[in-house]
Nanobody, 110 residues
Framework: VQLQASGGGLVQAGGSLRVSCKASGLNFAINTISWYRQVPGTQRELVAS???????NYVDSVKGRFTISRDNARRTAYLQMDSLKPEDTAAYYC?????WGQGTQVTVSS
């Protein structure tokens, strides 16, 4: 199983970014996909997840601002991040089963 994350970058507060996670080596459609984030020196935090049926869950701090989605035909999951805040600055990781993507940095300037 391999996960390739992409799409991070630098954005001003209030802006938007979309990060992507492309999977290979597994039956993508039947798996729950999760996005985590981590600030150096802190624990990795679950941000959002989407099940095989499309059911979604979000941490309270991103509800109404972030949207997780999946495209099974492209074997790709997305995290659309709107109304970004400086406290959203972190490395973002996707996870499927016990496999992690490599992380993509999101930096939000004030």
């Amino acid at each position: 199983v391999q996960l390739q994350a992409s799409g991070g970058g630098l954005v001003q507060a209030g802006g938007s970014l979309r990060v992507s996670c492309k999977a290979s080596g597994l039956n993508f459609a039947i798996n729950t996909i999760s996005w985590y984030r981590q600030v150096p020196g802190t624990q990795r935090e679950l941000v959002a997840s989407i099940s095989s049926s499309g059911s979604t869950n979000y941490v309270d701090s991103v509800k109404g601002r972030f949207t997780i989605s999946r495209d099974n035909a492209r074997r790709t999951a997305y995290l659309q991040m709107d109304s970004l805040k400086p406290e959203d600055t972190a490395a973002y990781y996707c996870k499927v089963q016990s496999t992690w993507g490599q992380g993509t940095q999101v930096t939000v300037s004030s």
